[in-house]
């Protein structure tokens, strides 16, 4: 069948209409013509892939630069011109629809289209190599990513020509100032190839080789990374969103910075405060940011094991500006209880994700939101990062 498509969705899938149903489909772009192969079909709803175009929209549409793209799940939206555009609209209508009408997303931060990531995780399956298929759990053998940093690529090829895949499961590497390996599988694994490339070998949990963490500067600041923490994958764009953030915020008294991580937005910030007070579940994550907390000689900044609620028990601080940079899945009712509890003067909150973005937003009813700036923190994909700026009514 033909169908004509119309417009994108939140995925940077196009959306036609036919016989009362609603079609997404991969690599379509709105005003074009397309016969699809159908993947999913359900009572309204078809999902499908074009296989062959009838008419293009050369306005929006651009070569995909990846042999691999469509096959591999990495990317989405790599056949779309103005990515930049797709997402500031996105994040607009998102808002636009569930918060205010009225509240304009200013602008879309992108600073890297490739080579941005600082970290890759390698699926092995039947001695292969390489990155889940879209929507299966089969395996895409890959020579190099146009994602990940060009050391990674450099470091996959030599995996590949090297290591016996036995016993493995996944190859996780980070380059960030340094580069780690980690394999995940088997303890019995060789990677004698490795040393002196590479700065740290992890196998499993154990440090086999090398430091037991890796360095990265992100603007005057030096962190620790260690194997099982997370962190950003685009340093570039996440230096430039951090000080967004340190310029929203004028010399206050307490700073409350909840799911910290590694304490890399809390010690950007900790020059804006008398003190800092960082909060994280992840108890590796609490041990990096106290290291990174000395190696960066910071001193009014404290980190935590635990939720807002928990730091309440154990402190009468009390915050004026909080940031939260949640994980996905966005806010629990919980916190947003103990924010509310907690009424700071502003509340600054860092989203991957801008559905549940505009859900918490609409529940944090004691503040008016000031302004929303979009980071493309990682192009080529549907995702993209925010930063939004609440203030007390």
Same mark, same amino acid.
């Given at each position: ?26 690599? =379509?772009?709105?005003? /074009? ?5 159908? /993947? $999913? ?83 092995? +399956?039947?001695?292969?190599? !390489? ?14 990513? @146009? ?7 450099? *470091? *996959? ?33 060789? %990677? ?12 499993? $949990? ?16 030096? %962190?620790?990374?260690?194997? /099982?923490?997370? @962190? ?5 764009? =996440? ?20 799911? +910290?991580?590694?304490?890399?937005? !809390?010690? %950007? ?15 590796? =994550? ?10 960066? !000689?910071?001193?009014?900044?404290? %980190?935590? /094991?635990?939720? =807002? ?8 601080? $009390? ?10 899945? !966005? ?63």
């Amino acid at each position: 069948m033909r169908l004509k498509i119309d417009s994108f969705d939140h995925q940077g899938r196009g959306i036609g209409h036919f016989n009362d149903k609603v079609y997404f489909v991969f690599d =379509a772009l709105p005003g /074009e013509e397309v016969e699809i192969e159908i /993947e $999913k079909e359900k009572k309204n709803i078809v999902t499908g892939r074009v296989i062959k175009y009838y008419k293009k929209n050369d306005d929006l549409r651009t070569g995909a630069k990846c042999p691999f793209y469509g096959i591999c799940g990495g990317c989405d939206i790599m056949h779309i011109k103005d990515q930049n555009g797709y997402k500031l609209d996105k994040l607009n209508n998102i808002i636009s629809k569930y918060v205010d009408k009225n509240i304009k997303v200013s602008d879309v931060v992108n600073l890297n289209e490739y080579n941005y990531r600082n970290k890759i995780t390698l699926q092995v +399956c039947n001695n292969e190599i !390489g990155l889940y298929k879209k929507n299966s759990n089969d395996i895409v053998c890959i020579d190099k990513c @146009f994602l990940v940093d060009d050391r990674i690529n450099k *470091i *996959i090829d030599l995996i590949k020509k090297n290591q016996n895949l036995n016993g493995i499961k996944q190859i996780v590497i980070k380059c960030m100032d340094e580069s780690m390996v980690t394999f995940i599988g088997d303890d019995n694994v060789n %990677f004698d190839y490795l040393k002196g490339v590479v700065d740290s070998i992890y196998v499993n $949990k154990k440090n086999v080789y090398g430091k037991s963490k890796i360095t990265v500067h992100m603007g005057d600041f030096k %962190f620790l990374v260690s194997s /099982e923490s997370f @962190f950003q994958v685009n340093t570039l764009v =996440a230096s430039a969103m951090y000080n967004y953030i340190d310029s929203l915020i004028d010399k206050t008294n307490v700073i409350f910075d909840l799911y +910290c991580g590694t304490g890399t937005i !809390g010690i %950007f910030v900790s020059n804006k405060a008398n003190r800092v007070v960082g909060l994280e579940i992840n108890s590796e =994550a609490v041990r990096d940011a106290n290291e990174n907390k000395k190696i960066n !000689g910071i001193s009014n900044i404290d %980190f935590y /094991e635990g939720d =807002a609620s928990s730091v309440v028990k154990k402190t009468d601080l $009390k915050p004026d500006v909080i940031i939260v940079d949640p994980p996905r899945s !966005g806010l629990d009712d919980k916190m947003i209880m103990d924010i509310n509890k907690l009424l700071p003067k502003k509340i600054i909150y860092v989203s991957c994700d801008p559905m549940t973005l505009a859900r918490d937003l609409k529940k944090l009813d004691n503040y008016n939101i000031i302004s929303i700036k979009g980071f493309n923190m990682f192009p080529n994909t549907y995702h993209v990062e925010s930063v939004s700026l609440l203030e007390r009514k």
